[in-house]
């Protein structure tokens, strides 16, 4: 079985800019949740979703947003990108256990 | 707020030489607390889920033991392919957010 996917790889933008980020649950899994990675420290959560709906968000600005898809499929876009957005993005899927499943990643560098 | 704590930063380790990661957390209510291994650049790989104190879980060399406000990661006679950082993460009752501790670097020399 696959597992989550995400796409892009990798992701070079400039301050200002904005991008998408996407993401393919395990299949049958309804809910994704995003996490933002700084070099060097743990995962930070950004948005839970779960059929369509957001059922959690972080401590993010509002540059910082989410939606999930009818195949459960989710995009983060992040607006007006600053130098510190630059990390790994992580998406996460998980089923009716409390185990989240997590993607590769996708690596943005915001120059 | 809920607080997880891991120790040491970094371990280095000869090939065959036992240790033992630590995580303390506070937390008002655990629903579970999670060990996930994580090699550089990609995402994080479940390993273990502990529900109640007194648990215990293995897999292969490794062994999760859960307290009341500590966890414990053993790694009995590493591999250089334990290389990774080690996260432990917890979630709290009627939360659906994971908190991730910074992590312990582990290096196995061959």
């Known amino acids: 079985d696959a597992g989550v996917t995400q796409s892009p790889t990798h992701l070079i933008k400039t301050r200002g800019q904005h991008v998408t980020l996407r993401c393919s649950p395990i299949?049958?899994?309804?809910?994704v949740s995003w996490y933002q990675q700084v070099l060097g420290q743990g995962p930070q959560f950004i948005f839970q979703?779960?059929?369509?709906?957001?059922?959690g968000r972080g401590n993010f600005p509002d540059r910082f947003s989410a939606r999930q898809f009818p195949n459960y499929s989710s995009e983060l876009n992040v607006n007006a990108l600053l130098l510190g957005d630059s990390a790994l993005y992580l998406c996460a899927s998980s089923g009716t256990s409390n185990e989240q499943f997590f993607g590769p990643g996708t690596r943005l560098t915001v120059l | 707020e809920d607080q997880v704590t891991q120790s040491p930063e970094a371990l280095r380790l000869q090939e065959g030489e036992s240790s033992s990661l630590n995580c303390s957390y506070t937390v008002s209510g655990l629903r579970g607390l999670f060990w996930y291994r994580q090699d550089p650049g990609k995402g994080p790989e479940f390993l273990f889920t502990l529900y109640s104190a007194g648990e215990e879980k293995e897999k292969e060399r490794l062994k999760a033991t859960l307290t009341k406000k500590e966890s414990f990661l053993h790694i009995t006679a590493p591999k250089p392919e334990d290389s990774a950082t080690y996260l432990c993460v917890l979630r709290r009752s009627n939360d659906y957010k994971l908190s991730f501790g910074a992590g312990t670097t582990v290096t196995v020399r061959a």
């Open positions: 979703y779960y059929e369509k709906e957001e059922r």
């Open positions: 299949s049958g899994h309804k809910s």
